[in-house]
């Protein structure tokens, strides 16, 4: 079975803090995603990376930046948190080609 | 800009009740499409997907979806919901089989038992 899995299930954070979210996945996917879930908005994609060191924005990239330095590993980081960026956070990854993403389970972030 | 509508957004339905969620999407070319569902605490997991074939996909728990390229629609149906169901379902589509998917809004179906 693919594991996506997310570094936290739960975290509060403070105004204009760095918070680092991870993901990794163990399937040797190239594709890895980022979506924020908010009610009544669905899922909006925030960055996508389909390779190594590899990244393009999504629909809603502002005030989010990330990193792929290994292939199993995505990481989104909020340079400086803001209380509009409470939500939940979802990673995902999908083999190019491939019939299905799979997602890890969330992580919801606070910002204080 | 391509995207995906889902027509409703919050559904009601008793329990045997016959179930249908539209799903229409903007983009022309060949494109896959799937059905989300997210159990309430649960991840988002895989219902069906279509990507070439039998227009009519069936997926689990007897959940089914027609795609109908004339109406760039792909809607899911269940002739009898149960209790169960309760979830909020995502339509999504990966336009022109690229790296992106895109995502509907969802509908948040709630069945009364």
């Known amino acids: 079975d693919v594991k996506v899995t997310q570094s936290s299930r739960y975290l509060v954070k403070r105004t204009g803090e760095k918070v680092f979210l991870e993901c990794v996945q163990d399937m040797d996917h190239e594709n890895m995603f980022w979506y924020r879930q908010d009610p009544g908005l669905g899922l909006r994609l925030i960055y996508f990376s389909y390779d190594v060191k590899m990244k393009e924005k999504g629909d809603i990239p502002e005030g989010y930046s990330v990193s792929r330095e290994k292939k199993e590993r995505f990481s989104l980081i909020l340079e400086s948190a803001s209380t509009n960026q409470t939500s939940m956070y979802l990673c995902a990854s999908y083999i190019r080609g491939g019939n299905e993403q799979f997602f890890g389970p969330g992580t919801r972030l606070t910002v204080l | 800009a391509q995207s995906v509508s889902q027509h409703n957004h919050h559904v009601i339905l008793s329990e045997a009740a016959s179930l249908e969620l539209g799903c229409n999407y903007s983009?022309?070319?060949?494109?896959?499409l799937f059905w989300y569902v997210q159990y309430p605490g649960q991840h988002l997991q895989l219902l069906l997907k279509?990507?070439?074939?039998?227009?009519l996909v069936k997926g689990i728990k007897g959940f089914e979806a027609e795609f109908i390229k004339s109406k760039f629609s792909f809607n899911l149906r269940k002739p009898s919901v149960q209790w169960s169901d309760t979830a909020e379902y995502f339509c999504?589509?990966?336009?022109?089989?690229?790296?992106?998917?895109?995502f509907g809004k969802g509908t948040r179906l709630h069945i009364l038992p």
């Open positions: 279509y990507f070439s074939g039998d227009p």
């Open positions: 983009y022309g070319g060949t494109v896959n």
């Open positions: 999504a589509v990966n336009p022109n089989r690229d790296d992106k998917i895109i």
